[in-house]
């Protein structure tokens, strides 16, 4: 892969046919090395956490399709070893959230996937691509779920604010594109049509009810947690890739700073 040419996105946004697809991969223990060493990738490069999670799910038994797609993402990588996270440093201390969720978005299970970024000030400090622990009856369902995770990672970074004596002068903002989720979140009528949710997952609803949340809608096209819930074309890729603070950093040459000292000799 040393000499592979590089891709503009880790997954391509349209399925391709391949011949023998279907077919399970000869090296499992290849496919899960390399899987498992994306995963730290992760950590620093959030334009990667949907692309890994997905190929994390077919561990057990990965196809030749499933090997082409990862070779697909070490092109990508290749191709953006330069690309960071930018943190400003002079910023406000405003935390924020972005959630959406894909509804019923794994062909295998039906279940859907939850993405989120999580915002203080300019600086993107936290995301996550996970797909759900149970099968949603409606897209408002997995919207809900998402707006859950996405309100439990905002109480806990604000505790952890606190505890190194940074105050919010607001409490946080969750942003989502469900209207009907949204309406969840302050209704405090439990309709027939959502009974079926979990007492748990109003969650949201109690910290809108004590002001310590505030929940916005934000039209799709403005959804930043779309790179985390299903692949994307290059152009809204890229565009959401600099929202989320993602830069080029530069590289130093070693090799160049050499010949300039020598010529200084």
């Keep these: ?23 399970l991969y000869s090296d499992i223990t290849e496919y899960r090395r390399i ?5 730290y990738l992760t950590l620093t490069c959030p334009d ?10 077919y561990m057990h038994a990965p196809t030749n399709e499933h090997f082409q797609m990862v070779k697909r993402i070490l092109r990508y990588v290749k191709g953006t070893l330069s690309l960071g996270v930018r943190i400003l440093r002079h910023s406000s201390l405003d935390l924020f959230a972005f959630s959406d969720a894909d509804w ?17 000030g300019s600086n ?13 009856h409606s897209s408002t369902e997995a919207e809900y779920h998402a707006m859950v995770s996405t309100a439990a990672e905002l109480t806990w970074v604000s505790f952890i604010l606190r505890d190194i004596g940074l105050y919010q002068a ?3 903002t969750l942003f989502c594109d469900n209207l009907s989720a949204l309406h969840m979140s302050v209704n405090l009528v439990l309709h027939a049509q959502t009974k079926h949710v979990a007492i ?22 403005s959804q930043l947690a779309d790179l985390f819930t299903k692949p994307l074309s290059r152009v809204t890729f890229d565009g959401l890739k600099s929202k989320l603070g993602l830069w080029a950093t530069p590289t130093s040459n070693l090799k160049g700073g050499k010949e300039e000292y020598t010529t200084s000799l």
Excluded at 35 to 39: G, R
């Design 200 to 221: 748990d997952y109003h969650f949201v609803r109690e910290k809108v009810a004590l002001g310590t949340l505030i929940t916005w809608f934000v039209p799709s096209s």
């Design 1 to 23: 892969m040393l000499d592979c040419k590089p891709v503009a996105t880790p997954m391509a946004s349209k399925r391709v046919s391949l011949s023998h697809a279907e077919d």
């Design 124 to 136: 993107c400090i936290s995301w996550r691509a996970k797909k759900q622990p149970t099968v949603s």
């Design 35 to 39: 899987v498992s060493t994306l995963q």
């Design 170 to 172: 607001q409490p946080p």
């Design 48 to 57: 990667l956490s949907y692309v890994v999670n997905t190929f994390c799910q």
């Design 104 to 120: 019923a978005g794994c062909p295998i299970t039906q279940r859907s996937t939850t993405g989120f970024y999580t915002f203080l």
